[in-house]
């Protein structure tokens, strides 16, 4: 069975930092565009950053750019995402999710659970 | 950045009816128009793909229509299962966006 599983969020205070993590099974995110969407509580859908499956190509959303990293380490079969300086807006819940296709500009056919990060004092 | 909007926000409607759910972008996406379903403390699952295209075991009563700026989907024949919200998204442009969501829910 195919799944993704992300971990890593919880309570943050303004101008911290949290590191995301993504691990896949039952797919090999080599060869796998990925991206992070998230979705403050009460709120619609947010993509946030996308990777190719090398790594080699990353996009960020303006709200984010400059702020947060997307990476990959394949030989772990796990994505990340790196967030700092962050803001009481970037409370949500982050999902994980895979590009249907190998391009970067496509639907998510697979998602992860979501993890929670709460930005707040 | 492509917007796009969706209506109604709400729609009340019984099982067994028609649904029908519009999502209206601000610039011409081709057919590159996905369809998602989210229930309360779910991920979103992809129903339809590049406007028409059903997703891996999503059921025939869905269905996707549509280019240019105006897209629909339709549920012929509302399960139990099919209240909930339903989002689009463009894949056209950078920044890949979605629409604000339409909730189904049981009249």
């Known amino acids: 069975e195919v799944q993704l599983l992300e971990s890593g969020g919880g309570l943050v205070q303004p101008g911290g930092s949290q590191r995301l993590s993504c691990a896949a099974s039952?797919?090999?995110?080599?060869?796998?565009?990925m991206s992070w969407v998230r979705q403050a509580p009460g709120r619609g859908l947010e993509w946030v950053s996308a990777?190719?499956?090398?790594?080699?190509?990353?996009y960020y959303a303006d709200s984010v750019k400059g702020r947060f990293a997307i990476s990959r380490d394949n030989s772990r079969n796990t994505l990340y995402l790196q967030m700092n300086s962050l803001r009481g807006e970037d409370t949500a819940v982050y999902y994980c999710?895979?590009?249907?296709?190998?391009?970067?500009?496509?639907?998510?056919?697979?998602w992860g659970q979501g993890t929670m990060v709460t930005v707040s004092s | 950045e492509v917007v796009l909007t969706q209506s109604p926000a709400t729609l009340s409607l019984s099982p067994g009816e028609r649904a029908t759910l519009s999502c209206r972008a601000s610039?011409?996406?081709?057919?590159?128009l996905a369809w998602y379903q989210q229930k309360p403390g779910q991920a979103p699952r992809l129903l339809i793909y590049?406007?028409?295209n059903r997703a891996t075991g999503i059921p025939a009563r869905f269905s996707g229509s549509g280019s240019g700026t105006d897209f629909t989907l339709t549920i012929s024949s509302l399960e139990p299962e099919d209240f909930a919200v339903y989002y689009c998204?463009?894949?056209?442009?950078?920044?890949?966006?979605f629409g604000g969501g339409t909730k189904v829910e049981i009249k």
């Open positions: 999710a895979k590009h249907l296709r190998t391009g970067l500009v496509d639907a998510f056919d697979i």
């Open positions: 039952g797919l090999t995110l080599s060869s796998c565009a």
């Open positions: 990777i190719t499956g090398g790594g080699g190509n990353t």
């Open positions: 610039q011409s996406l081709s057919s590159y």
């Open positions: 590049d406007a028409s």
């Open positions: 998204q463009q894949r056209s442009n950078w920044p890949l966006t």
